[in-house]
């Protein structure tokens, strides 16, 4: 059954109507990429956030990462990182892990304006992210806060890519070997710097292009084959 898929065009529309005059409107206002697209035709925005926590409802953001992924290229000249404003207090934890200080999310862009940017880079693309959950999640819940509605966000996760390959080999899964760091170590790409949202988005679109080398294809498959289900 496909119905999932029609569901994300069908959700969009419903949402379209309700959304308030802004920039989750306009995000909605774009049709998302037609399923049947060549995933290297597709474009993606692979992203990254750096939170407080894991929990979305509690937690806030503290820095956000993008950059597109297009005919099987990293596009580095779309590549942008941005400290997110909040008023709440940071754990020691929350510095020395993502090594942003109090200072820079003092001087960060507000909530409402980095909502504003990633939804309008988002527009007519599909979210890559490792582990999305936590990037739907909180985009969800920070569109909730500030317009009073949860978009539908169709995204490619290569953490679940990861487990499904191991699936289907009937491979046991080890949860440290579904981790950014160990997957780009499997397929031969190269260290790099963990903690910052723009890294680890590059990061995820280089581990992307190299699953998919990986994949045996005699052909392009289609979008549909990678997205994640709701």
């Known amino acids: 059954m496909l119905s999932w898929l029609f569901n994300l065009e069908y959700k969009r529309r419903h949402l379209l109507d309700k959304a308030p005059e802004g920039p989750l409107r306009e ?3 774009k049709p998302f990429p037609d399923r049947n697209t060549p995933i290297d035709e597709a474009l993606l925005l692979a992203m990254d956030f750096e939170t407080s926590g894991l929990d979305a409802k509690n937690d806030h953001l503290l820095s956000v990462g993008y ?6 290229r990293v596009s580095l000249e779309t590549a942008h990182h941005q400290i997110i404003h909040s008023k709440r207090d940071m754990s020691e934890d929350n510095v020395t ?3 942003i200080t ?3 999310v003092a001087e960060g862009m507000t909530l409402p304006q980095a909502v504003e940017a990633i939804l309008c880079q988002l527009q007519g693309k599909v979210l890559l992210a490792h582990h999305a959950a936590v990037e739907i999640g909180f985009l969800q819940q920070a569109c909730r ?3 009073g509605i ?6 490619i996760d290569t953490m679940q890519l990861a487990r499904q390959r191991l699936e289907r080999r009937q491979q046991p899964i080890k949860a440290h070997e579904l981790r950014l760091f160990n997957l780009r170590k499997k397929y031969g790409l190269p260290r790099y710097q963990a903690h910052n949202a723009l890294m680890d988005a590059i990061a995820t679109a280089e581990l992307f292009l190299a699953q ?3 994949g045996n294809y005699r052909k392009p498959p289609p979008l549909r084959n990678f997205l994640l289900r709701p």
């Open 102 to 104: 109090h200072d820079q």
């Open 212 to 214: 998919l080398a990986h």
């Open 150 to 155: 949860a978009p539908v966000i169709p995204a």
């Open 97 to 99: 892990i993502h090594h």
């Open 27 to 29: 995000y909605l206002a």
């Open 67 to 72: 950059v597109t992924l297009q005919n099987n």
């Open 145 to 147: 806060n500030l317009y």
